[in-house]
């Protein structure tokens, strides 16, 4: 098994940054790959990035390329989403996911999830 609890969400003016993290605990972290997903208010959970075991594959949505970044510390047992120039389209609640094997953008093929952190961006 393989809890997972997010932080860092929060209220943000358009163009401005979060970090948001997610502790893993209960199993080997560096055997996980590490997802974030979004789901804003009455639309579908949906992809947003991901980062294999060591870092060597990383995927993003278009809508989020070349402004969030994703990254681990294993050493730290965490995954960590840096979101700049946020928009309010970004506004959702954001789940970290974890899953054995390699990343995909699938969130069926998740095993674990987190409880989410809530993320708004006004205008």
């Known amino acids: 098994q393989v809890q997972l609890v997010e932080s860092g969400g929060g209220p943000v003016q358009a163009g401005g940054s979060l970090r948001l993290s997610c502790a893993a605990s209960?199993?080997?972290?560096?055997?996980?790959?590490m997802g974030w997903f979004r789901q804003a208010l009455g639309k579908e959970r949906e992809f947003v990035a991901a980062i294999t075991w060591n870092g060597g594959t990383l995927l993003y949505a278009d809508s989020v390329k070349g402004r969030f970044t994703i990254s681990r510390d294993n050493a730290k047992n965490t995954v960590y989403l840096q979101m700049n120039s946020l928009k309010p389209e970004d506004t959702a609640v954001y789940y970290c996911a974890a899953r054995s094997g390699g990343v995909y953008v699938t969130r069926g093929v998740y095993n674990y999830w987190g409880q989410g952190t809530q993320v708004t961006v006004s205008s």
């Open positions: 209960g199993r080997t972290f560096n055997t996980l790959s």
